[in-house]
């Protein structure tokens, strides 16, 4: 498996079925009809008003979704750059004992994943990296995105090149705990290192379930 796509957005949900058995024949008496509802009562399973948490299962361990795939409708357009924040999922991963060290030995992280599409719609290069964007948090943390797990959604755009992948970041915060983070990113540069655009982008993002 290739752990540097990990792609928790875009992972399959898991199938939750739920079993039923074919309904008995109605009975066509008056008094059996009685006996039949009072039987089918007892037999059938109480409702599951609780929902069922989604868990994906990995080499790096068992990641339970809390807010699955929220669209978002961040837009920007940047000098020949096209750039879209168009999902965010929020998670809690409880990592396997061989990833520890990746997490600087925790146990558990929350995981914050935004999905990002990137297009250069010209022929000279230019370079940009929403893949080394910073997260601030309600609770007050401050990360940089992963670069090893997430998507390679960055560098430089060798003409009219356009990427789509994961970007990925790991909190304490649990999942309930996030209200809005904001996400900064610097602007892209052409190929002599000048600015196009604004030199960051800040967008706030609202991640309650």
């Known amino acids: 498996m290739n752990m540097k796509r990990y792609g928790l957005i875009l992972a399959l949900p898991l199938a939750l079925l739920a079993g039923c058995g074919e309904a008995d ?8 009809t009685e006996e039949v509802v009072e039987a089918e009562k007892k037999e059938a399973p109480a409702a599951d ?13 068992s990641n339970q979704i809390f807010m699955k795939n929220k669209v978002l409708d961040i ?10 924040i168009n ?5 809690r991963l409880t990592v396997n004992e061989a990833y520890r060290d990746s997490f600087n030995g925790q146990e558990e992280v929350t995981v914050v994943a935004m ?8 022929d000279d290069t230019v ?9 601030v948090t309600n609770t007050g943390e401050q990360v940089s995105a992963d670069l090893w797990f997430s998507d390679d959604v960055g560098g430089e755009f ?9 970007v990925l970041f790991f909190v ?4 309930e705990e996030l209200a809005d983070v904001k996400v900064v990113i610097d602007g892209p540069s052409d190929a002599n290192y000048e600015s196009i655009g604004e030199s960051r982008y800040e967008y706030t993002i609202n991640v309650e379930k």
């Open 25 to 32: 024949e109605l009975k066509t008496t008056a008094t059996e």
């Open 49 to 61: 008003t609780t929902e069922e948490a989604e868990v994906q299962e990995s080499e790096l361990g």
């Open 75 to 84: 837009k920007e357009t940047i000098g020949s750059v096209n750039f879209a």
């Open 87 to 91: 999902k965010v999922q929020t998670s």
């Open 115 to 122: 999905n990002v599409i990137v297009e250069n719609k010209i």
């Open 127 to 135: 370079s940009f990296h929403p893949n080394q964007a910073t997260l």
């Open 158 to 166: 060798l003409g009219k090149v356009k990427k789509e992948g994961n």
């Open 172 to 175: 304490k915060a649990m999942p």
